[in-house]
């Protein structure tokens, strides 16, 4: 699995990416089919008033890409809940990817 991380408008630390691989985990633990994974941190600047920081992952899987985005007022909480987003949307498509292949049994099986 290969794991890109950039900033835009932001300066990418070596202790921020550290956290970014280790929420990561969490994802990968579940489903082990990941082929890579691209991350995008940034700072969203509507206006002064209104500064958010955002965080985005696109993940490749076999047949299959996942694309997921957080907004939060600080860019560690954007990555928790980005990671959180990613962990459902990676289950959701482990079960898919699992009832298929039962279904195929059960075809062959009859």
């Not at 995008?40 to 047949?63: C, F, H, M, T, Y």
């Amino acid at each position: 699995m290969n794991l890109m991380i950039t900033g835009h408008h932001v300066d990418v630390s070596p202790a921020l990416r550290e956290y970014v691989e280790n929420k990561l985990e969490r994802v990968v633990r579940h489903f082990d089919q990941i082929i890579d994974i691209a991350v995008i941190l940034g700072v969203e600047k509507p206006s002064e008033k209104d500064k958010r920081q955002r965080a985005e992952v696109n993940v490749r899987l076999k047949g299959n890409v996942i694309h997921v985005e957080h907004f939060a007022e600080d860019l560690y909480a954007a990555i928790d809940g980005l990671v959180d987003k990613l962990d459902r949307q990676v289950l959701k498509h482990k079960s898919k990817v699992q009832d298929h292949q039962h279904e195929a049994i059960k075809h062959v099986s009859e």
